[in-house]
């Protein structure tokens, strides 16, 4: 029962342009929301959260959505650089918990030159 | 050191043996998490650690898994008569505060193959 789900196993882009990377969940109580961006062979990386009590937060090039009544989040990069190629997870914990995380399964970011 | 450091980074073992994982946090750091990620999937919460408190071990799949923390410091994972589908990339973070956010740092983790 994944409680977490990134639909897209893979994304391709070219640089400079908009990155859009989805997550959906199907849990209410979850009210704390976090990407993370993995590098192969390495550990994976914070990169920006969210609460629910927000729609939307900014950081840079990256900006997370959410959207509570459809229980689905994304992830903007814009622009797009080759850097950003990474594999992506989308994680939820609730109760306040930032550290019982639930994660997705990742999707795959390819930024092309 | 640098970072957090997880040892071994690759570990092969048989069917029924126990192993035990590394993990060296971030010095200064007072909670420490494990992880573990298998193949196809998203990483699934295994252990918290945070200070003097009693650990958090309701992501332990079986009770043939163990983890300990010594003097708030190393921690060490432990699985006892491994099976095939404890095969999964280990993985360790730490913080100086709680949560997996900013302050978070995750090691390399260890490639565990149970044949």
């Known amino acids: 029962d994944q409680q977490v789900k990134q639909n897209s196993p893979s994304l391709s882009v070219q640089e400079g342009r908009i990155s859009i990377l989805n997550c959906d969940y199907t849990?209410?109580?979850?009210?704390?929301f976090l990407w993370y961006k993995k590098y192969p062979a390495e550990g994976p990386t914070f990169l920006i959260s969210?609460?629910?009590?927000?729609d939307k937060n900014e950081d840079g090039r990256f900006t997370v959505f959410l959207n509570k009544s459809a229980k689905h989040l994304s992830l903007h990069i814009v622009p797009s650089q080759p850097g950003d190629s990474a594999v992506y997870f989308c994680?939820?914990?609730?109760?306040?918990?930032?550290?019982?995380?639930?994660f997705g399964k990742g999707t795959l970011l390819t930024v092309n030159p | 050191g640098a970072g957090v450091s997880q040892s071994p980074s690759n570990k092969v073992t048989e069917k029924g043996k126990d192993v035990e994982l590394r993990c060296d946090p971030i010095?200064?750091?007072?909670?420490l998490y494990w992880y573990r990620q298998s193949l196809g999937q998203g990483l699934e919460f295994l252990i918290y650690?945070?200070?003097?408190?009693?650990?958090?071990k309701s992501g332990l799949p079986s009770d043939r898994f163990s983890a300990e923390r010594t003097g708030g410091s190393v921690s060490t994972l432990t699985i006892q008569r491994t099976q095939q589908e404890d095969s999964a990339v280990y993985l360790c973070?730490?913080?100086?505060?709680?949560?997996?956010?900013?302050?978070?740092?995750f090691g390399q983790g260890t490639r565990l193959t149970v044949v």
């Open positions: 973070a730490s913080s100086s505060r709680a949560g997996l956010n900013t302050e978070a740092f």
């Open positions: 849990n209410s109580m979850f009210d704390y």
């Open positions: 969210i609460s629910s009590i927000k």
């Open positions: 994680a939820a914990g609730k109760g306040g918990s930032n550290y019982k995380l639930t």
């Open positions: 010095s200064g750091h007072t909670a």
């Open positions: 650690f945070q200070g003097n408190s009693a650990p958090d």
